[in-house]
Nanobody, 120 residues
């Protein structure tokens, strides 16, 4: 089993920044890919960004150039630096961890979610 604990959400004004963290514990040796997903009210959960243990990254088109995903393998932690935030970034953000990138979103482990609200 793997446990994921997210932190860093909150309320920010448009144009502001937030940094989300997701710390993994437990059987982390099985985890080779971690990602961030988000779900806004009335919408399906969508991929925001993901990163493999080797550092390969993928971003949703809507966040490219504004968000950066990174990970500290020694700390089993993944980060999401969010800059130039827009109201449409408002959602609950979830951390996901899986054995491979292809399994993200449909398998693996999920955090409890952290609310990000972008509003003036």
């Amino acid at each position: 089993q793997v446990q994921l604990v997210e932190s860093g959400g909150g309320l920010v004004q448009p144009g502001g920044s937030l940094r989300l963290s997701c710390a993994a514990s437990g059987s982390v040796f099985s985890i080779n890919a971690m990602g961030w997903y988000r779900q806004a009210p009335g919408n399906q959960r969508e991929l925001v960004a993901r990163i493999t243990r080797g550092g390969s990254t993928k971003y949703a088109d809507s966040v490219k150039g504004r968000f950066t995903i990174s990970r500290n393998n020694a700390k089993n932690t993944v980060y999401l630096q969010m800059n130039s935030l827009k109201p449409e970034d408002t959602a609950v953000y979830y951390c996901n961890a899986a054995e491979s990138a292809i399994q993200l979103g449909s398998h693996g482990y999920w955090g409890q979610g952290t609310q990000v609200t972008v509003s003036s």
